[in-house]
């Protein structure tokens, strides 16, 4: 099992749609969870950061964390066509230098 | 700001070249990291520098060779790649060593012929 799993999609929606995309994990040490945005043939921009369990707002973007069931989710409201990217799911564990990736979901918002 | 800068950002070298690759912040930033990314693959770790000390290679080739000269400045010496390390290759930067909120630069696109 690998420790973060995110499905690729890719998702197609149309213009002013919610989008909802998830990730789920299995190391119970990660506490720190983050959402960046990745644009074609760009690097990954930081959208979201989260400590340990909860809800965050930042605008149209809600990043959710569900430490039971090791489960997070990230959802764009009002959705434009420039969300159009790949969204990565990341996260870390206490004392540990590494950011476990997921795989990146595929989003086109269709006008 | 919160901008990591690469340099350059498309890099076309032949397999007995050597070239550098760039990265620079000017967050305050302690601990830097090169990531290597593929076409719809995420990062893959490869260095991690942490108060300038390299903390993490994660069995990365002796071809690649980084460099930390300062708390802003990170580099990546390249000598005698192959053809599959053609890549997009990513510096970030995060405040702690801990690699929350860490930071990405644009990459530096690598072809090597």
């Known amino acids: 099992q690998k420790e973060v799993e995110q499905d690729p999609g890719p998702l197609s929606v149309p213009e002013g749609a919610i989008v909802s995309l998830n990730c789920t994990y299995s190391?119970?040490?990660?506490?720190?969870f983050m959402w960046y945005r990745q644009y074609s043939r760009k690097g990954p921009e930081l959208l979201m950061y989260t400590y340990s369990s909860g809800n965050k707002e930042d605008g149209r973007f809600t990043a959710q964390v569900d430490k039971s069931s090791k489960y997070i989710s990230l959802f764009i409201r009002d959705s434009q066509p420039s969300d159009s990217a790949t969204y990565l799911c990341a996260m870390s564990a206490d004392g540990n230098n590494r950011l476990a990736f997921g795989k990146g979901n595929q989003v086109v918002v269709i006008p | 700001d919160t901008e990591v800068t690469q340099t350059p950002k498309h890099l076309v070298m032949g397999m007995t070249n050597k070239k550098s690759l760039k990265c620079e912040q000017h967050?305050?930033?302690?601990?830097m990291y090169w990531y290597k990314q593929k076409a719809k693959k995420p990062p893959e770790l490869m260095f991690v520098y942490s108060y300038e000390k390299l903390s993490i290679n994660e069995s990365v080739p002796s071809r690649f060779s980084p460099e930390c000269p300062n708390s802003s400045l990170l580099n990546l010496h390249l000598h005698a790649l192959q053809p599959e390390d053609s890549a997009l290759y990513l510096c970030?930067?995060?405040?702690?060593?801990?690699?929350?909120?860490?930071?990405f630069g644009q990459g530096t696109r690598l072809t090597v012929v």
């Open positions: 190391n119970s040490a990660f506490q720190y």
């Open positions: 970030a930067s995060s405040q702690t060593p801990l690699p929350y909120e860490a930071f």
């Open positions: 967050m305050g930033h302690r601990a």
